[in-house]
């Protein structure tokens, strides 16, 4: 299987900060990723896939880069709202293996 | 608007069997496939199966393979999920999903709220 990791594990950041999420997939998946945002108790939400595309109704304050084995997620400038956990998800193989997760919180 | 309802969820002793059921609606069920994924209390996300829209072809993750079956019924928009010889590390959040796309793999873009699975004697 291919293993995703996720760093850092948690994130502390201000309202306003341009915070940065990082994916390392242990083999080249192209640009075959997605990012979710999960807030407690809730289901997850779609917000990039294929590494760079914003999921429709996702804000644009997100975006996606990478290919191959290192992708990142960022944040331009944190809301309120934005304070949740996310999770990166390679869908180059049938076994769509998640990172652990990064939980951002508030500073 | 795209709603999932699973359904199926309790609390079942380690070696018993659960059925899992997510009625789908807002969308042509048989062009999409649908996956389960689950959350084990306090972790992250973990797939956990997928299955084309047409229903011929099943994915399976290697900690569930050989225990657990997924189907679909095209005709009541609905995908299933039988749960054998369950275990506790199978106690869990089991989310059902929306593929982006009819076969393959993909992202999942639309989910259920969960159902609540406890392995326990």
């Known amino acids: 299987d291919i293993q995703m990791t996720q760093s850092p594990s948690t994130l502390s950041a201000s309202v306003g900060d341009r915070v940065t999420i990082t994916c390392r997939a242990s083999q080249s998946i192209s640009t075959w990723l997605a990012w979710y945002q999960q807030k407690p108790g809730k289901a997850p939400k779609l917000l990039i896939y294929?590494?760079?595309s914003l999921e429709s109704g996702a804000p644009s304050r997100f975006s996606g880069s990478g290919s191959g084995t290192e992708f990142t997620l960022t944040i331009s400038s944190l809301q309120p709202d934005d304070f949740a956990t996310y999770y990166c998800q390679q869908y180059s193989s049938y076994s769509r293996t998640f990172g652990q997760g990064t939980k951002l919180e508030i500073k | 608007e795209v709603q999932l309802l699973e359904s199926g969820g309790g609390l079942v002793q380690p070696g018993g069997s659960l059925r899992l059921s997510c009625a789908a609606s807002?969308?042509?069920?048989?062009?999409?496939?649908m996956s389960w994924v689950r959350q084990a209390p306090g972790k992250g996300l973990e797939w956990v199966s997928s299955i084309i829209g047409s229903g011929d072809t099943t994915y399976y993750a290697d900690s569930v393979q050989g225990r657990f079956s997924i189907s679909r019924d095209n005709s009541k928009d609905t995908v299933f999920l039988q749960m054998n010889s369950l275990r506790a590390e199978d106690t869990a959040i089991y989310y059902c999903?929306?593929?982006?796309?009819?076969?393959?793999?993909?992202?999942?873009?639309?989910w259920g709220r969960g159902t609540e699975v406890v392995v326990s004697s």
């Open positions: 294929k590494a760079s």
């Open positions: 999903a929306k593929d982006a796309h009819g076969s393959g793999w993909t992202r999942q873009d639309y």
């Open positions: 807002g969308f042509t069920f048989t062009n999409y496939a």
